[in-house]
């Protein structure tokens, strides 16, 4: 049974960073995708950050370039993303997923975790 425990989110301010951690369970973690989805209140859900399984390749959405940076831990099973300069509109409830190798989608999500940026 695959497990993806999301924490690190939170209340901040505009400009704050905060750190997100995904640990993965029942899963062959190392060669897995995986990626940080966002969706705020009202909105669809979207796609912010994803690393292959080696980490040795990483994809951001346009609105979170140069501010958001994901990393894994092979060898913890674990899928960090640092936020870092945060807005308003990344306020949103956050979920780690994983895809497995050959799958053409992420199946496995956690149960997110929200994160709140005010002005």
């Known amino acids: 049974q695959v497990q993806l425990v999301e924490s690190g989110g939170g209340s901040v301010q505009a400009g704050d960073s905060l750190r997100l951690s995904c640990v993965a369970s029942?899963?062959?973690?190392?060669?897995?995708?995986m990626g940080w989805f966002r969706r705020a209140p009202g909105k669809e859900r979207e796609s912010i950050a994803r690393?292959?399984?080696?980490?040795?390749?990483?994809y951001y959405a346009d609105s979170v370039k140069g501010r958001f940076t994901i990393s894994r831990d092979n060898a913890r099973n674990t899928v960090t993303l640092q936020m870092n300069s945060l807005k308003p509109e990344d306020t949103a409830v956050y979920y780690c997923?994983?895809?497995?190798?050959?799958?053409?989608?992420?199946?496995?999500w956690g149960q997110g975790t929200q994160v709140t940026v005010s002005s």
């Open positions: 029942g899963l062959a973690f190392s060669s897995s995708s």
């Open positions: 690393i292959i399984y080696s980490g040795n390749k990483t």
């Open positions: 997923a994983a895809r497995k190798l050959g799958e053409a989608t992420y199946d496995y």
